[in-house]
């Protein structure tokens, strides 16, 4: 079985451009999330979204986006670049929204760059 | 405002040795505490979680030690091995939330010397 797939695997961008990450969830599961992952820092919660749907919102500026689709997998988008949106974005899928007995799978992330 | 602290930053365990980990959390809505393994170039595996209702639970060499009065739990691994160097991170979220986050400790970069 296919784990959770994220695209691209890396990727450099400038300040003040806009860019745009993939994942793809695990067969069957309905929720997506994303994270951001600062080097030497644990993940730090954006969106949580479930049936297209967002059921959370992490605190991030309103740069940052996202939406699902109807197979579930999912797009973050942010916008005006910062030097400080350098990081490792990870997407992670899971059943439903309910951190159930399966937790969450996290795809091996976007690692991106902002020059 | 840090809601998951966790300690030692960095650890340094001989081959066979016990490693051990600790976390605190403030938010006593807290009711799911995972633990994650990450290597590098790689996104968080879920190694092994709790939940308030017990006070230990033991999958192979890995346990959970929860501590609900002091708001406390530990990863223990026993026998611990090179191939368990990796970055290690606590997290705590709740379920009655509508949208379920997982809030993340620091994390503790593990090295086993053989």
């Known amino acids: 079985d296919a784990g959770v797939t994220q695209s691209p695997t890396h990727l450099i961008k400038t300040r003040g451009q806009q860019v745009t990450l993939r994942c793809s969830p695990i067969s069957g599961h309905k929720s997506v999330s994303w994270y951001q992952q600062v080097l030497g820092q644990g993940p730090q919660f954006i969106f949580q979204y479930y049936e297209k749907e967002e059921r959370g919102r992490g605190n991030f500026p309103d740069r940052f986006s996202a939406r699902q689709f109807p197979n579930y997998s999912s797009e973050l988008n942010v916008n005006a670049l910062l030097l400080g949106d350098s990081a490792l974005y990870l997407c992670a899928s899971s059943p439903s929204p309910g951190t159930g007995s399966y937790g969450y799978t996290f795809g091996s992330g976007t690692r991106l760059t902002v020059v | 405002q840090q809601q998951v602290k966790q300690s030692p930053q960095s650890l340094i365990v001989q081959k066979g040795g016990i490693s051990i980990i600790n976390c605190a959390y403030e938010?006593?809505?807290?009711?799911?505490f995972p633990w994650y393994q990450q290597f590098p170039g790689k996104g968080p595996a879920l190694l092994i979680a709790?939940?308030?209702?017990?006070s230990e639970k033991k999958e192979g060499r890995f346990t959970i030690s929860f501590n609900k009065s002091a708001k406390q739990f530990s990863l223990h691994i026993m026998d611990s091995q090179p191939g368990d160097s990796a970055t290690y991170f606590c997290?705590?979220?709740?379920?009655?939330?509508?949208?379920?986050?997982?809030?993340f400790g620091k994390g503790t970069t593990l090295s086993v010397s053989s």
């Open positions: 997290a705590a979220s709740s379920r009655n939330q509508a949208g379920t986050a997982l809030i």
């Open positions: 938010n006593t809505a807290f009711d799911y």
């Open positions: 709790i939940r308030p209702d017990v």
